[in-house]
């Protein structure tokens, strides 16, 4: 009752102070007219247009000059009258005047001769002081076409009143002394808003009793509620942090928007003119937006102080601000007609830029603080503050520094994203927080990384769990912002310097394993890991260990190729070292192991077990995607561990050479036993009875060897050991079997040296043993081919071993097939197949030993068919030899090629003493036979020393074949001289086969001149 009893009073006092008397006014007014028009309905160009000016109660009219064909005429003219009460109203309106003929006579019968065009009524209690208002125009019947907007410049004065303050003014001074007097008086400084709901809301400005003095005050003397609303907003600018108070402004410039723009719309003047005619004053309320943007800006620059996340009521009021910011970016935009003026969510980002740049900064200064404000008080550690900071000496500051920005970064997710939601597509606190966090962490970080680079004072492991902080803050964080969706992250470099030194570390630790599991796995014997594994433990355990070390790589997620790239290959190079070096260790001892049963398949399948978890792990480091040059490492590996596995499978098929021997010795002895001649039907008959037996020695170690090995072998290493054998038995065949030695010795280094420029000596000095003479029948050369299909299906097995394909094809195999097939040929017949297939017999290597002048004549009998060969040893030139007795240089000529038999097939020059480069001119002639054509024939000469009572010794040879001359029929020309023939592989086993048939004087002739080879010189 009191409470009432004071407000009423306070009223009453109010009125009394405010509010003159409203009877008997004397006003006088200056009236300057003003106007635009626009969208007058059916108005035509060519109208006239003039105003009616009209005070109600004292019937004075005045009227406008008439302006012609204008829709915004514009007059300036001005009118004064005199009210005497404030009851008066003044009526403006718009005319179109008629003086036509039509029009005239209409003014005798109707008052009204021009055409109605709209008025405006105004109240004379509503004018004070000096006024510039926008009036619409409105109807004066239903029928009337009416629209647009009037403008006038009132200025009044009131008779006894001249020196009172304008009515606007007073309504001011009420309106703020109300606001002082309830806000800092009665509510020590807190504004306390009025609860009231509804669309009328915002006309409310305080509660029941002030409210009414306020609204009486505007009733009475024609306050405008916009005028209100812009000075209760001007009372609240001072203000605008108090709680609920940002809501208030926000609605209350919302409204004031409303006002000046959105009504424009139907009167067509623009905001900006409706607001430069607002009684509160343009300059003013731009200059207390203006004061309260830059306010609201420096206060949004620090919205965690101001707007802590914990109070749910600041958090409104944080959410209320941004909205004011808007409204007041919408009037520049709107009402003032701003070009460009700043975007509310660009001005609202830049804020929470600046707000969190100064909150990293704290947390970077307090770090050591603040993250023990984190953790419980048991937990606390006292730390000098000179080591609170960054330092080169630990990493101790950086995941501490992470956990509080993560803080941050997480309340502003949580708290502040959900209430500054009002530009969802151009700012999320969240986002803005991670993205402005990181980029000065990052800068922080990648500084402080480049100092511990220098020094290295922690452990790689310090520096390796740190990266994995921050790849976990990155991802968690930062992967998914826009500014880094495209980007290659580069936190990845910054610890790029100390991956590799982990991965050095890495290196030697790994080794070390290494040789401590193929230790362990020595002295276990090299036992099987399992029953289904066919390798030892020291493969398992290698590549736990490199598999540990690569999830290590693959965990840091490197986001950067350029890093990726420098890690891979630093890894690809530790997995060569260790791979290499483990088959390196295996091949050093593998022979050691060749007589034990199981070590050697055991050894075998874990070399090819290495080269199955490399690729594996070549697809888990990337595949094709896998840098280039790591690529390439990787590859190189491969191919080498398979070029080692080739080696080892070499090593471990020859160690079973003995056995296949003695088994191939046995089968001999069976084949001597089946030397005769029965017809061909017979013996192809018997022929698979007695290949059986030949083969039983050789079948029964192959069963048992090769029973063992497919239990104990992987696939892959069985097929190698299955080719290994397969060559070792088909070799060992052809050098003691099918391909039969030499039966002298000194025929046998004849081929010796003959076979030194083909580079298979070692491979002929196989085929020369000294024993029986012994040549194949026909009957053991169909046994034979018997045993090679019979060894060629059982290495095949059914398709469980090696491929056909590979069989059939294989070099040993068809060499031999070859050389069953010339044992069947005549001596003619060979010897035409060498001369030709032997077309470089000349050629050399070491240089020549001189040359030799020869001229040829061919000439072939017209009747007997006969071929008569003419040949002229001209001279020697250039010998290169040297003798301690005397030199008595001759040449030997000789005929050799088919059916030869009975024809004379040797020369002999006569001895020149004592020169090197001797003349002969002696003529030879040679008849060869007529069933071949000179073609199948070739002149073998052979230079060589007289030496009385003894062999002569051999300077030099040439061979001419003369199917390079039969086309010419002559031919004269210098030979070098070589010191021995050359052959391939099938002119020396012609030369093998030949060398056997010592009943044949052709055969062995000619054995003895591909197999001659430069005598040894004698030195001073």
Known sequence: MCWMEHQNGLLKYLLLLFVPKVYKRRTKLALVIHMLLYKLGK??????????????????????KTIFGNLNPVWDEKFYFECHNSSDRIKVRVWDEDDDIKSRVKQHFKKESDDFLGQTIIEVRTLSGEMDVWYNLEKRTDKSAVSGAIRLKINVEIKGEEKVAPYHVQYTCLHENLFHHLTELKNNGVVKVPEVKGD????????????????????RYG???????????????????????????????ANINAFYAHTAVATNVSASDRFAASNFGRERFVKLLDQLHNSLRIDLSKYRDNFPASNPERLQDLKSTVDLLTSITFFRMKVQELASPPRASAVVKDCVRACLDSTYKYIFDNCFDLYNQLLDQNKKQDVPREEQGPTIKNLEFWPKLITLMVTIIDEDRTAYTPVLNQFPQELNMGKVSADVIWNLFAQDMKYAMEEHEKHRLCKSTDYMNLHFKVKWFYNEYVRDLPAFKEAAAEYSLWFEPFVMQWLDENEDVSMEFLHGALERDKKDGFQQTSEHALFSCSVVDVFTQLNQSFEIIKKLECPNPEALAHSMRRFATTISKVLLQYAAIISKDFSSYCTEEKVPCILMNNIQQLRVQLEKMFESMGGKDLDTEASAMLKDVQAKLNTVLDELSAIFGASFQPIIEDCVKQMNVELQTMKGNANATTNRNNAAIDAETVLRPLMDFLDKTLTLSAKICEKTVLKRVLKELWKQVLNTIEKQTVLPPLTDQTGAQTIFGAAKDLGQLSKLKDHVIREEARSLTPRQCAIMEVVLATIKQYFHAGGSGLKKTFLEKSPDLQSLRYALSLYTQTTDTLIKKFIDTQTSQGQSCNGFVGEVSVQIDLFTHPGTGEHKVTVKIVAVNNLTWQTTAMFRPFVEVYALGPNLNDKKRKYGTKTKSNTWSPKYNEIFHFLLSNEDGP????????????????????????????RDIMDKGSCASWYPLVKNIQMDETGLTILRILSQRTNDEVAKEFVRLKSDTRSAEEMA
């Open 223 to 253: 306050i405008e509620a916009i005028y209100q609303a812009m000075t209760h907003f001007s009372c609240l600018s001072s203000k605008y942090m108090c709680p609920g108070v940002p809501a208030v402004m926000s609605t209350l410039l």
């Open 935 to 962: 073609g199948a024939f070739e002149l073998h000469i052979c230079v060589k020393d007289y030496c009385f009572a003894r062999e002569d010794r051999v300077i030099g040879m040439a061979v001419i074949q003369l």
């Open 200 to 219: 009328e809301a915002w006309k409310v400005y305080f509660d029941d009793a002030p409210q009414e003095i306020v609204d009486e005050f505007a009733i």
């Open 43 to 64: 108005l035509k160009r060519e109208q006239k247009l003039y105003l009616g000016i009209l005070i109600q109660s004292g019937k004075a009219k005045k009227r406008t």
